[in-house]
C-alpha cells in the first residue's frame, strides 16, 4: 500500500511540474505572439498553433493532476444526505464510472484518433496530428490510474487526505 502511495507521489510531482513548465512556455510563447503581432505587425502562426496545443496539454494534464488529487469539483447535495457508509459508496461507484468512461473514451477513443491522425499534419508545426493528440490517451491512462488508487483508498480507509466525497 505504502508503494502505491509513493508512485502516486511521483506521478503528482511529475504532473505539477509538466503543466508548470508547459504554463511557463505559454507565457514566453504568448509573450512573443504578442511583440510579432502588434510591435513587428507580422503575427506568428507558428506561436498561435503551439499555444493551442500547449493550452490542450496543460488543460488534459492539469485535470488528470486535479482528479488525482480528488479535488475536482462535485455535486455533494444528494451525497451529504446519505450516511457515511453510502458516501463511500457512492464515491466508488463514482470512481468505477470514471474509470470506464477514461478507459474506454479517453485510452481507446485516444489511441483510436490518435492513429487515425498520424498521416496528418498541422498547418503551422508541420507535426503530425496524432502526436498532438496523444495526449488523450495519456491523460485516460493517468485518470484510470488514480481511479483505481482512489478506490483502493475508499475500500481500505487509506489516504484519507484523497478522499473527498
Known amino acids: 500500500?505504502?508503494?502505491?502511495?509513493?508512485?502516486?507521489?511521483?506521478?503528482?510531482?511529475?504532473?505539477s511540474s509538466a503543466c508548470a513548465?508547459?504554463?511557463a512556455a505559454?507565457?514566453?510563447?504568448?509573450?512573443?505572439?504578442?511583440?510579432?503581432?502588434?510591435?513587428?505587425?507580422?503575427?506568428?502562426?507558428?506561436?498561435?498553433?503551439l499555444l493551442t496545443y500547449s493550452f490542450t496539454w496543460m488543460a488534459l494534464l492539469s485535470s488528470a493532476y486535479v482528479f488525482g488529487k480528488?479535488?475536482?469539483?462535485?455535486?455533494?447535495?444528494?451525497?451529504d444526505k446519505v450516511s457515511p457508509g453510502g458516501?463511500?459508496?457512492?464515491?466508488?461507484?463514482?470512481?468505477?464510472l470514471i474509470l470506464l468512461?477514461?478507459?474506454s473514451v479517453m485510452v481507446y477513443g485516444g489511441v483510436t484518433i490518435t492513429k487515425l491522425t498520424m498521416t496528418q499534419s498541422t498547418a503551422s508545426l508541420g507535426i503530425p496530428m496524432g502526436v498532438v493528440y496523444t495526449i488523450i490517451p495519456i491523460s485516460g491512462i493517468l485518470i484510470s490510474f488514480y481511479a483505481v488508487l482512489n478506490m483502493i483508498d475508499l475500500v481500505t480507509g487509506a489516504g484519507q487526505k484523497h478522499d473527498k466525497g
Open 26 to 49: 505559454m507565457v514566453v510563447i504568448g509573450t512573443y505572439q504578442i511583440v510579432t503581432r502588434f510591435i513587428f505587425k507580422s503575427p506568428s502562426t507558428v506561436s498561435e498553433e
Open 87 to 96: 458516501q463511500k459508496v457512492l464515491s466508488i461507484f463514482a470512481e468505477i
Open 1 to 15: 500500500m505504502e508503494a502505491l502511495h509513493k508512485i502516486r507521489k511521483g506521478i503528482d510531482v511529475i504532473l
Open 21 to 23: 513548465v508547459i504554463f
Open 101 to 103: 468512461l477514461a478507459a
Open 70 to 79: 480528488r479535488d475536482h469539483m462535485r455535486m455533494g447535495f444528494m451525497a
